[in-house]
C-alpha cells in the first residue's frame, strides 16, 4: 500500500519565452527582401490535473521540483520559435495548490481531468520584423523572452468523501469502515492504530455507491496540536455527512462531547453539517443498557443514533441504508460487504 501523504512542497518553474531573432531576407531575385526575424515561443505551463487513481502526494516527496520546457528562440525567414511543452502532472481528487510565500490559493481541484495552470510560461520575444518602418528598413532590434512564472507551492490534500467517520482513538472506526467497504485499514485493539485517514466505497444494491472515509481518532486538545486527529480533522471538509463513532462499552455521552468540542475548535462549520451517531460495540453490552445509552444520547445530541456492532455486523444495513437516503443516492437497501 502506498505511504498516505497529505501535504507536501515543490518548486515550481514554468518555462521561458524564446528570444526574438534578428534576420534579414537574402534571396536572388529580391534585393530588398528586409528584416525577417522571427519571434520567439512562449514557455510551458506547469499545470495540475487531477487522476481519480491517486490518493496520496507521495510522489511529490520524490520529484519535488517541477520545471516547464522553454520556448525556442525565433529564426530567420519569418520563422517563429516553438512552444515550450507544458508540464502536466497529475494529482490525486482534493488536491489544494497555495503560494508558499504569499499564501494564495491557487487552485482547488476536485473532479476528475480538472486542470489548472500554477504556473504561467513567459511570452516570446518579438523578432526584428516587428521593427520595420519606412525611415528604419534595417532595424537591429528584436526582444527577449520573458522568464516564466517560479514559486513554492504548498500542495495539501483533502480526501472527496460522501461520509467521514469520527471518534476517539478505539471507537471502532477502522473496524466499521471494513465491514461496510472493500478497504483493509489496519485494526488493532489499542489506541492510535490508524495513523493516516482510510477510504472505502459502499456500494449499494442498485449498483450507485458512495464513499466513505475513516479519520485518525480525536482526543481532547487535539485542536491545539495534541494527538494526531488536528493534522487530519481539514479531511472533514468536502464532506457531506459526519458518523460521530462512539464506543458503547464506555462513557459514550463524555465522548460525544469531546469529539464536538473538538471539531467546533477546529471549524465551527463543521457542526452545521448533516450527522448521525453510531453507538458501537454493542458485543461488549447488554440490550437493555444499549437502548438506554441510545435514548440518552439520542435526547443529549439532537441526532438519531443507530446501535451497532461493527465487529459482529450487526446493525450495519440500516445504517449504511439511512446514510443513502441522506446522500440521497436512492431508496434500495445497502448491500455490506462480508
Request: hydrophobic share 40%.
Amino acid at each position: 500500500m502506498a505511504r498516505f501523504i497529505d501535504e507536501t512542497k515543490v518548486y515550481v518553474r514554468a518555462g521561458k519565452g524564446g528570444d526574438g531573432a534578428i534576420a534579414f531576407l537574402r534571396e536572388k531575385y529580391r534585393p530588398f527582401g528586409g528584416p525577417a526575424g522571427g519571434d520567439g515561443g512562449r514557455g510551458g505551463d506547469v499545470i495540475l490535473e487531477v487522476d481519480e487513481g491517486l490518493l496520496t502526494l507521495l510522489d511529490f516527496k520524490y520529484k519535488p521540483r517541477l520545471i516547464a520546457g522553454n520556448g525556442e528562440p525565433g529564426r530567420g525567414k519569418h520563422q517563429y520559435g516553438s512552444a515550450g511543452r507544458d508540464l502536466v502532472v497529475r494529482v490525486p481528487p482534493g488536491t489544494l495548490a497555495f503560494d508558499e510565500e504569499t499564501g494564495q490559493l491557487l487552485a482547488d481541484l476536485v473532479m476528475p481531468g480538472s486542470r489548472a495552470v500554477i504556473a504561467r510560461g513567459g511570452a516570446g520575444g518579438r523578432g526584428n520584423m516587428h521593427f520595420a518602418s519606412p525611415t528604419r528598413r534595417a532595424p537591429r532590434i528584436a526582444t527577449p523572452g520573458t522568464a516564466g512564472e517560479q514559486r513554492t507551492v504548498r500542495l495539501e490534500l483533502r480526501l472527496v468523501a460522501d461520509v467521514g467517520l469520527v471518534g476517539l482513538p478505539n471507537a471502532g472506526k477502522s473496524t466499521l469502515l471494513a465491514a461496510l467497504t472493500a478497504a483493509h485499514p489496519k485494526i488493532a485493539p489499542y489506541p492510535f492504530t490508524t495513523l493516516t485517514p482510510n477510504i472505502g466505497r459502499v456500494m449499494t444494491a442498485s449498483g450507485e455507491s458512495f464513499t466513505i472515509a475513516d479519520i485518525p481518532g480525536l482526543i481532547e486538545g487535539a485542536h491545539l496540536g495534541h494527538g494526531l486527529g488536528i493534522r487530519f480533522l481539514r479531511h472533514l471538509s468536502r464532506t457531506s455527512i459526519l458518523v460521530y463513532v462512539l464506543d458503547a462499552s464506555g462513557d459514550a455521552g463524555k465522548d460525544f462531547a469531546i469529539v464536538r468540542d473538538e471539531i467546533g475548535a477546529f471549524d465551527a462549520a463543521l457542526l452545521e453539517r448533516p450527522a448521525l451517531i453510531a453507538l458501537n460495540k454493542l458485543d461488549l453490552v447488554t440490550p437493555q443498557a444499549a437502548n438506554r445509552l441510545a435514548i440518552r444520547i439520542a435526547k443529549r445530541a439532537g441526532l438519531r443514533v443507530f446501535p451497532i456492532s461493527a465487529m459482529k455486523r450487526r446493525g450495519l444495513a440500516e445504517l449504511a441504508a439511512e446514510l443513502e437516503r441522506m446522500l440521497g443516492i436512492g431508496a434500495e437497501a445497502v448491500e455490506c460487504r462480508s
